[in-house]
């Protein structure tokens, strides 16, 4: 208990402390004007209340990463309440903010036209595929988490009546259902559906991480480890998932993740003042930090006081396990409501990152509701032949979420050196953004060699090359930095 009470407070002075450091390094202007207020259209570029866009905002990015992700990474042990803390301060939340703040001051523009102004043209073109591609990950795995709880926690035993016909629901109706709700919210004007249905969910998301929190306080025999009880690696196949880099790929949206940066440029075109940009874009991620650690703590406390309940379940069944173990029916109910409006609320809005990205690659005027739809409908066909994959496999979800972890924490890694450059040269302090990019750079590197997933080298020999990538990295920055600032800085 002790440490999670510290790390909730670390979080917070995160949050009051650090980000008005950022703040003030990035020279936040409350004066000068913002894509709503000079490019508004009534379709992505709309003015909205700050209250209203830090929902979204964090409803965006605190899908199942925060909830599925850190229950997958709490099998390592206590090193994820460390990660989760400190890489949220230090790394993800400054992150988001900056990569916000770069799309805010340059039209709202999209991650990878932002990767393009500051990596290089050919970076741009290869993140545009790429990011496409994530965002479409994301609304696969984002609707088979949600359609998974409806039907095993609700739905499984409901039949349907039409005249004389009785038909059993299917888990493969609410994957439809989400679907139709994902096409209209990727088409509809931001604030007409998004807007105005994500308070309810924002309210779903609030309530749930509270009752796993008051568990932790008003249920007598719960006891939270404490973070020098667990460091060693407590992974149930720990000779094959060592905890770097393995816990830090999974434990992505809690800390540090690539696909926050897609979600800034969507809130970007809806701030009046810059002011908003720290609450929104650095607060958000905070408060995804404290769900995430919350999740944490009970998944630690579960794996090792009730083992015989985990067995055999993988990390969005554990959500029914820990709500239906500690919580009234009614209170169970509310808490995987929660995380199913996670999971949609960020599934929904990278589908339509993805038709904003598409649209920017193939300049393609999105206020025409009908261009909006030619976009959408072969990235949702994509997306739908993703999402049958992982039904009809076995080992489907943790295939595609193994692959869409690393894919994440790489955008990380990619959007942090392209920050790196902003801030070098706009002369500002570097230093805050390049240590989280050298130490991603090892992780994503380290992994796609040590990984199954990947190369599948030996741990001794995979940590070498990672390392080599990493120090390849650093030699580069400081080679163009000393070569090239100047003329780039003409450039841009």
């Not at 994902?182 to 308070?199: F, H, N, Q, S, V």
């Not at 650093?474 to 930095?481: G, H, L, M, Q």
């Amino acid at each position: 208990m002790i440490t999670f009470i510290i790390s909730v407070v670390l979080l917070l002075l995160g949050y009051f402390v650090y980000s008005k450091i950022i703040e003030k390094i990035l020279g936040v202007d409350p004066a000068k004007a913002t894509p709503a207020t000079t490019m508004a259209d009534g379709v992505d570029y709309v003015p909205m209340k700050p209250w209203r866009i830090f929902l979204i905002q964090f409803l965006n990015i605190a899908g199942v990463g925060p909830i599925v992700g850190a229950i997958m990474g709490a099998q390592f042990g206590t090193a994820s309440f460390l990660w989760i803390v400190f890489g949220c301060i230090l790394a993800g939340a400054v992150h988001d903010f900056i990569a916000g703040f770069v799309s805010l001051r340059d039209k709202g523009c999209s991650l990878p036209e932002i990767h393009g102004k500051y990596l290089g043209n050919g970076a741009k073109q290869i993140m545009r595929y790429f990011t496409v591609i994530l965002m479409i990950l994301v609304g696969a795995v984002f609707v088979k988490t949600p359609s998974t709880l409806l039907f095993d926690n609700y739905s499984k035993d409901w039949v349907i009546t039409i005249g004389d016909m009785q038909i059993t629901w299917q888990i493969w109706i609410w994957p439809v259902i989400i679907f139709v709700y994902y096409m209209l919210a990727t088409m509809l004007p931001i604030d007409k559906l998004i807007g105005r249905i994500y308070p309810i969910f924002g309210i779903l998301l609030l309530l749930m991480a509270v009752f796993v929190m008051c568990a932790f306080f008003f249920r007598p025999e719960v006891h939270l480890t404490e973070v020098w009880e667990g460091l060693s690696n407590q992974h149930p196949k720990a000779d094959t998932n060592p905890i770097f880099p393995m816990m830090f790929v999974s434990i992505a949206c809690g800390a540090i993740s690539g696909f926050h940066a897609t979600q800034s440029p969507l809130m970007a075109r809806c701030m009046v003042n810059e002011k908003q940009a720290r609450p929104i874009f650095y607060g958000a991620m905070i408060a995804e930090g404290i769900v995430a650690l919350i999740w944490a703590a009970a998944a630690t406390y579960f794996f090792h006081d009730k083992a015989d309940l985990c067995a055999g379940q993988s990390g969005d069944a554990m959500v029914g396990v820990i709500a239906n173990e500690w919580f009234t029916p009614v209170l169970a109910v509310v808490t995987v409501l929660g995380v199913i409006a996670a999971a949609i609320t960020s599934g929904d809005t990278a589908l339509r990152s993805a038709r904003l990205i598409v649209a920017d690659i193939f300049k393609i005027d999105q206020k025409p509701i009908w261009k909006r739809f030619l976009v959408a409908l072969p990235v949702f066909l994509l997306a739908g032949a993703i999402l049958v994959y992982t039904f009809a496999d076995a080992d489907g979800f943790q295939t595609i979420w193994r692959y869409f972890a690393w894919a994440n924490q790489l955008l990380a890694m990619v959007t942090l050196w392209a920050i790196t450059v902003y801030l070098t040269i706009n002369k500002k302090p570097y230093i805050i953004t390049l240590l989280p990019a050298l130490f991603m750079t090892m992780v994503c590197s380290t992994f796609i060699i040590i990984s199954d997933s990947g190369f599948g080298l030996p741990h001794t020999l995979s940590y070498i090359l990672g390392g080599a990538v990493t120090l390849a990295s650093c030699v580069w920055f400081f080679a163009w930095k000393a070569k090239k600032s100047e003329k780039l800085k003409e450039k841009v």
